[in-house]
């Protein structure tokens, strides 16, 4: 007979050690949460970017927590040094 619980604390054991070093914030990328430039800009055809901070789509939730919290401005997302997408605190935060 096999001893179930030995089996379910080594699982646990190794999954605590596998997850132990990673940061939930560096799960999250921009390229997940951003709003697309052309729905952005369907609802905000106002609001000048130019003056926004830059991130790569590739940046984590704890650049972008960084990033936003210098700049009230949306935080514009690039990917092959094309503007793709914006992040607000709102959506930051949601």
Do not use: C
């Not at 951003?34 to 130019?50: C, E, N, R, T, W």
């Amino acid at each position: 007979m096999i001893d179930m619980k030995w089996n379910s604390n080594k699982a646990d054991d190794y999954v605590a050690d596998f997850v132990e070093g990673i940061s939930r914030l560096q799960l999250v990328h921009a390229e997940t949460i951003m709003q697309p430039i052309d729905a952005y800009k369907a609802g905000h055809a106002s609001v000048d970017l130019a003056g926004s901070k830059q991130v790569p789509a590739s940046a984590d939730l704890d650049q972008l927590i960084d990033v936003a919290f210098d700049t009230d401005a949306p935080i514009v997302v690039f990917e092959n040094n094309k503007l793709v997408g914006v992040i607000t605190k709102r959506r930051l935060l949601n």
